[in-house]
């Protein structure tokens, strides 16, 4: 069955650093990529889509890779700051429809 | 421009009553998802909606769950006779248009059965 992969581990870095999250999948091919930050208590807030055939995508401090012969998005956040402190979400969708698969997530905490 | 709103934010239900979910899209927006969120796990899709018009509910159990979207108001998320397993977080969310376009979530209702 289709399996999304996020490091269930928190991810606790410096500040000022770069922080890597990584979504894995597997028996899937999706044509579509997103990552999404979600708050406690609050919902997803959408950051940024990746398309299969864009290797890479940026937006101000954030970066986002898809290799999908690896399977796998890599989610980058340079110069971290301890607001960027949230629940990081990769969905992926085939493609022409609308059903995100998502991941459970992994916590990312930038320590001052 | 107001977002996706949803209400209530917290509901609270004992075993066999009724839960009414409710869910303002973004204006402009005709599609409709709800999700459901559990402690530790991913978004679940639950169901798609256009105006008047249920798309897929594939992810919606068969009883006990109903959703609806009018051509006025809101669209509804109903849970008849909740159990605690309903116990969750739902979250909408909505898009202009179908394809992969951008969903953008509401801020959810946390529904508790005791």
């Known amino acids: 069955s289709q399996k999304i992969e996020q490091n269930s581990e928190a991810l606790n870095i410096q500040e000022g650093k770069t922080a890597t999250l990584t979504c894995n999948y597997t028996?899937?091919?999706?044509?579509?990529l997103q990552w999404y930050r979600q708050d406690p208590g609050r919902g997803p807030v959408f950051l940024l889509l990746?398309?299969?055939?864009?290797k890479e995508k940026r937006k101000e401090r954030l970066k986002v890779t898809f290799d999908t012969t690896l399977k796998q998005s890599l989610f980058h956040i340079t110069a971290s700051q301890p607001a960027d402190s949230a629940t990081y979400l990769c969905?992926?969708?085939?493609?022409?429809?609308?059903?995100?698969?998502f991941g459970t997530g992994t916590r990312l905490k930038v320590l001052a | 421009n107001a977002g996706v709103m949803q209400n209530p934010r917290h509901l609270v239900r004992r075993r066999g009553q009724e839960a009414r979910l409710r869910c303002s899209p973004v204006k402009g927006h005709s599609h409709v998802y709800w999700y459901r969120q559990l402690p530790e796990e991913g978004l679940k899709f639950m169901v798609y909606l256009q105006k008047e018009n249920i798309i897929d509910e594939s992810g919606m159990p068969k009883e006990r769950f109903s959703a609806e979207f009018p051509k006025e108001g809101p669209s509804i998320l109903r849970i008849q006779q909740v159990v605690r397993g309903d116990s969750a977080a739902y979250f909408c969310?909505?898009?202009?248009?179908?394809?992969?376009?951008?969903?953008?979530f509401g801020p959810g209702t946390r529904l508790t059965v005791l």
């Open positions: 969905a992926l969708a085939a493609s022409g429809t609308y059903k995100y698969i």
């Open positions: 990746i398309r299969e055939n864009e």
């Open positions: 969310a909505s898009s202009p248009s179908v394809n992969t376009d951008t969903q953008y």
């Open positions: 028996n899937y091919s999706p044509a579509y």
